[in-house]
């Protein structure tokens, strides 16, 4: 089945402790990208990766940092997680690039504490 | 300003009824434009896209207007599925990646 997966699905922390949510994908999209949900605020985008090793900051990058070494896997990383980072994360593929239909994972409830 | 914006609603539409959103966006240079549809606490999944001579998928139309900056989206004969958050997302110019999303705008459809 065609699909977007991230791990965990929730994550309860404390300011400080360092994180990783992961993002995978096996429909071999080359596009990539994070996003944290606010209310009020909508969906921002935190980063986005045209291709393997190749990243570009998004509208909200600040406190976060990424990687995408395989196409497949693009994990999001929290290096001392703040209670503002609390918030719901998606992330998403597409097969070229941010035209074409962005296909979300289930999302990672994250709280930090 | 914000670059995509969208009044939030809450919009409550008896079932059977046409409804309409617009969305606003800031940059003139922006090139793609989509609906998309979230349910509660799920992702967001493509409705449809804008295209500059507007286009139709069933009960659903959607019209860009690139003069006033602003796309649409019709709802025609409404279901009680049809209850979500409707999202507003533009692409930025060729040669840029990035995707922003309007706050959305929440209806629900009334028996």
């Known amino acids: 089945e065609a699909q977007v997966t991230q791990n965990p699905r929730y994550l309860i922390t404390v300011t400080g402790k360092k994180l990783t949510v992961t993002c995978s994908q096996n429909m071999n999209h080359e596009y990539m990208s994070w996003y944290r949900q606010d209310p009020g605020l909508g969906l921002r985008q935190i980063y986005y990766?045209?291709?393997?090793?190749?990243?570009d900051k998004g509208d909200v990058p600040e406190g976060y940092k990424v990687s995408r070494k395989e196409k497949r896997n693009f994990p999001l990383i929290l290096e001392s997680p703040s209670p503002n980072q609390t918030s719901l994360y998606f992330c998403?593929?597409?097969?070229?690039?941010?035209?074409?239909?962005?296909?979300f994972g289930p999302g990672t409830r994250l709280t930090v504490l | 300003r914000k670059e995509v914006e969208q009044d939030p609603g809450p919009f409550n539409v008896p079932e059977g009824a046409t409804v309409a959103f617009n969305c606003t966006y800031s940059?003139?240079?922006?090139?793609?434009f989509f609906w998309y549809r979230q349910d509660c606490r799920k992702e967001p999944k493509l409705l449809m896209s804008?295209?500059?001579s507007g286009n139709e998928d069933g009960r659903f139309t959607a019209q860009l207007n690139r003069a006033s900056q602003y796309i649409s989206l019709l709802i025609r004969d409404s279901k009680l599925s049809d209850s979500a958050t409707y999202l507003c997302v533009v692409s930025a110019n060729f040669g840029n990646e990035k995707l922003t999303f309007g706050t959305g705008t929440r209806l629900t459809i009334i028996p």
């Open positions: 804008v295209y500059s």
């Open positions: 990766s045209m291709n393997v090793e190749v990243t």
């Open positions: 998403a593929s597409s097969l070229l690039g941010a035209t074409d239909t962005q296909y």
């Open positions: 940059n003139s240079a922006s090139q793609s």
